[in-house]
């Protein structure tokens, strides 16, 4: 019995050496590079693309029906579809740019989407739109790559410029959604399936993030680049498209704790203020008025009525200027979504104590732009967002001893204290889904 015993050992410790050698992890074999020397050679820069093929209303028809002027008379062009040409069997008329990755959807703010940097004109962003998830696997960030463009579509998805494919859309607009036109039926930009991009696209040499350019940039800049009255014309939507996908860093600004600006009513349209600092407890408590009461929530992105996953908007303003505002727009299923922004610093850290500063600096992220019907274009300078890839996006620091907040409750639980000088650091923001 013991030899049998003694047999039965010998085999599991071998066993498990077999097992440990077979788990020997190898590096990754890096044959979905190419070299510089044998890269496609771009025939275009992002803007030269842009300028060359971009139109107000595209050659593919019917677009969406949200498109339509304010008096259903018209097309507008926020949503357009320019078809690209095929590519030539000598390939004589390849369309081909090349940039560097500045996305990253690691932390789940962005989805379905890459933006990259133009090589040579870092100023110059493009927004690649692509059927699959968690692309940062594939395309990581600071990858360039040079990507052969023909056969596809340069569109317009609610203004915003974008590469991708043509997509006829059948939903209906939800009838609870403000300003609903009742449907989306028409062709639009749509999503390029991975194995088509696959053999569109070259990843050049390794990824190297200490090539990416952000460029320095004022919120006045974004929100002086429309006229408030737009209207749609070519060289319009060129302009927008020169703004839109930029990788950018916003200097000296803070999170004013409001969403929607300051406030304004023109015609018909009201843009209401939404202060989103201490909230008294809900009054209504219907599924609607509990999803207003958590919009204005002092966390990145609380959830939205009927939970449809709407970014959702905190503003920032340049410090001594609060009307120079732009959104930070948050996806309600990033892993931030439920962090509480960056929040006054009080005296004490209790409800109601005085704000003796605030935490200030500059926050890294996308410019984009989005609005969805054509009878807003005329508002289409208050369209603009910034979208963050995760919280380190932000370089925020305290302008006062005090106390911030970390939460919604009233207790201590919801403060930390904090010193002049102190970075804002998202590790000490309570959000359950980080």
């Not at 390849?94 to 500045?102: D, E, L």
């Not at 004022?218 to 002086?224: K, P, Q, R, W």
């Not at 939507?237 to 929607?260: D, E, H, M, P, W």
């Not at 509480?340 to 500059?362: E, L």
Request: aromatic letters at 10%; charged letters at 20%.
């Amino acid at each position: 019995m013991k030899s049998i015993n003694k047999f039965i050992v010998i085999c599991l410790t071998l066993l498990t050496l077999v097992l440990s050698a077979c788990h020997q992890y190898e590096p990754v074999p890096q044959t979905g590079y190419v070299k510089e020397a044998d890269a496609w050679k771009a025939t275009y820069t992002i803007g030269q693309l842009v300028d060359t093929y971009l139109s107000v209303n595209g050659d593919i028809f019917p677009v969406r029906e949200n498109d339509l002027s304010k008096d259903l008379s018209s097309n507008t062009g926020v949503f357009s579809l320019d078809t690209l040409p095929a590519l030539n069997a000598d390939g004589s008329n390849a369309i081909i740019i090349r940039g560097r990755i500045v996305s990253e959807d690691v932390a789940g703010n962005i989805y379905k989407t890459l933006v990259i940097q133009d090589e040579l004109h870092p100023e110059q962003g493009l927004k690649l739109s692509i059927d699959a998830g968690s692309l940062s696997g594939i395309y990581p960030i600071g990858q360039l790559v040079a990507i052969r463009c023909n056969g596809l579509v340069l569109g317009k998805y609610a203004a915003q410029v974008q590469l991708g494919v043509a997509y006829f859309n059948t939903d209906k607009e939800p009838d609870w959604q403000p300003g609903a036109t009742g449907s989306k039926v028409g062709w639009e930009p749509g999503r390029i399936p991975l194995p088509i991009f696959k053999k569109k696209v070259q990843l050049i040499e390794v990824p190297d993030k200490s090539k990416l350019v952000a460029e320095d940039m004022e919120v006045s800049t974004i929100t002086g680049w429309v006229a408030p009255y737009y209207t749609p014309s070519e060289a319009g939507y060129k302009s927008i498209a020169q703004l839109a996908s930029r990788f950018v860093r916003l200097k000296n600004v803070y999170f004013t704790q409001r969403s929607g600006g300051p406030g304004t009513a023109e015609d018909d349209y009201t843009y209401t203020v939404k202060p989103i600092c201490e909230l008294p407890a809900p009054i209504d408590t219907t599924e609607a008025g509990l999803a207003q009461w958590r919009q204005k929530a002092s966390i990145f992105a609380p959830e939205s009525y009927k939970s449809q996953g709407y970014p959702q908007s905190r503003d920032i303003a340049t410090v001594g200027e609060p009307t120079k505002w732009v959104s930070i727009s948050t996806s309600e299923y990033a892993k931030f979504a439920e962090a509480t922004i960056p929040s006054p610093i009080y005296d004490a850290p209790v409800s109601g104590a005085n704000v003796v500063g605030q935490f200030q600096g500059d926050i890294i992220g996308i410019i984009g732009v989005y609005c969805d019907k054509g009878k807003n274009v005329g508002y289409m300078n208050e369209s603009w967002s910034i979208t963050l890839r995760s919280l380190k996006d932000l370089e925020l620091r305290a302008t006062a001893d005090g106390y911030y907040r970390i939460g919604q409750t009233a207790g201590l639980e919801s403060f930390v204290p904090v010193k002049t000088g102190d970075l804002w650091h998202a590790d000490d923001v309570f959000y359950p889904k980080y």
